[in-house]
């Protein structure tokens, strides 16, 4: 006859391959957080705007040369102002995209050049208020930029993006400067580098 000890010992190790099993199971079943956000936040490649362009970092050199040739005519309307001022900057979000940590003079990211680029392009082509401005240029950022901002996410819902090779750390302030935008970088200060628009077109 077995021992009550021993009894109670095979038990526990019966309840523990129970739950260990369970748990197994509920991973198996449950939806991966990475994927969801992903799905939630990051527009896909050739989806289409409110504005009429399909998002595409083939749009990178145009919003970048509209900081140069459109922004002088709305840097002090207010739904520039404002509009830019509502988001963070995904290349260093301790700052607003109106302007960014790296910024001084004519020295800006063209991450931030071209978000300033479009959003001087819906006012003056298309009358955007701020709020409108704001979503538009958003949606932007979430798309050449999705991984500070999938990163983000996990961090308020309290998951450690780092578990997913992800960082809230901003790019700027990682020697990211000079890297594209599609490598997690901030597109250069001067020049626009983004390869991947190359190799899209090859």
Known sequence: ???????????????LVAALGL??????????????IRAELVPE????TAYGISLSLESLPQ?????????????DQPAYVDGLSRLVAPCCDDNT?????CEEGDNACNLIRSGKGLAAYLILEFDYGAGAGAESVL????????DYYVAAELAARGLDPQLY???????????LCEVATSEGG?????????????????
């Not at 949606?139 to 999705?146: A, G, H, K, S, T």
């Not at 250069?188 to 090859?202: K, S, T, V």
Request: charged share 20%; aromatic share 12%.
């Open 45 to 48: 490649a050739g989806a289409e």
């Open 63 to 75: 919003f970048v040369e509209w900081w140069t040739t459109l922004v002088p005519a709305v840097e």
């Open 186 to 202: 901030c597109g250069g200060m001067q020049e626009l580098f983004e390869p991947a628009i190359d190799a899209a077109d090859g």
């Open 1 to 15: 006859m077995k021992s009550m000890s021993a009894f109670r010992g095979g038990a526990v190790a019966l309840g």
């Open 139 to 146: 949606e932007w950022f979430r798309f050449v930029r999705p």
């Open 97 to 101: 995209a109106f302007k960014c940590c």
């Open 165 to 175: 090779g992800l960082t809230t750390h901003g790019s700027c302030y990682r020697g």
């Open 23 to 36: 748990s197994l199971l509920a991973l198996g079943q449950g939806e991966d957080p990475l994927a969801e």
